[in-house]
């Protein structure tokens, strides 16, 4: 451990915190592309499949939005598959009466992906990327 004199204690803090803060990000960074690409691919397993088109059609994207200390990916179905998420995953009523039971592959995705993120994230702060 380095002796540090009381003038320098303030940038001595300072650079530390500067390093934590870079970690910490490139941490979210990797938790965040896993964390995506994991549940592409397990709502790709997981949607129902008629002809297949829907569960091929999930993806993920960067957001739009550039701040500093942000970054963000969104998982979404493409079109003109998109509009049959709410269907699915809910149940709907049938043109003749009656209901088409829910299938549900998008919650349990969500919940696995909060999981996950949670601790890669927390893993790889405590392993500094």
Known sequence: MAKIKIDGLASAI?????DYSHVTQEAMRHAVDDTARDTVERLR???????GDY????AEKETGKKRAGSYQKVIYNKA???????????GHAKVNGG???AQPHIA???EAAIEQFERELRDGISKGV
């Open 80 to 90: 003109p598959n998109y509009r049959l998420t709410h269907l699915l995953e809910k």
């Open 55 to 58: 569960a091929k059609s999930w």
């Open 14 to 18: 300072e650079e530390v915190l500067r």
């Open 99 to 101: 209901r088409v039971p």
């Open 108 to 110: 349990p995705a969500e």
């Open 45 to 51: 397993e997981t949607s129902p499949k008629q002809t």
